[in-house]
């Protein structure tokens, strides 16, 4: 995966995810309701093809994305 196929939201929101912040805490930063960041995690789960968000996020320091 090459970070040029993530969208600027979606780049955004993996680096919060990265950093610990939890779906509310993403939202209220963002100014996204809760279920905004949801349907963004599902999506970037499915573009790393990855389950969880720590299975995510190993895949994204390995490919150099964050």
Same mark, same amino acid.
């Not at 600027?8 to 990265?18: F, G, Q």
């Not at 209220?28 to 720590?54: C, H, I, M, N």
């Given at each position: &995966?090459?970070?040029?196929?993530?969208?600027?939201?979606?780049?955004?929101?993996? !680096?919060?995810?990265?950093?610990? &912040?939890?779906? +509310?805490?993403? %939202?209220?930063? $963002?100014?996204?309701? +809760? /279920?905004?960041?949801?349907?963004?995690? #599902?999506?970037? $789960?499915?573009?790393?093809? %990855? !389950?969880?968000?720590? /299975? &995510?996020?190993? #895949?994204?320091?390995?490919?150099?994305?964050?």
């Amino acid at each position: &995966m090459n970070n040029t196929l993530l969208t600027n939201r979606e780049l955004t929101i993996l !680096t919060r995810i990265a950093d610990g &912040m939890t779906t +509310p805490q993403i %939202a209220k930063d $963002l100014g996204l309701s +809760p /279920e905004t960041v949801k349907w963004y995690r #599902k999506q970037l $789960l499915a573009k790393f093809s %990855a !389950t969880t968000s720590s /299975e &995510m996020i190993k #895949k994204v320091v390995e490919q150099h994305i964050l």
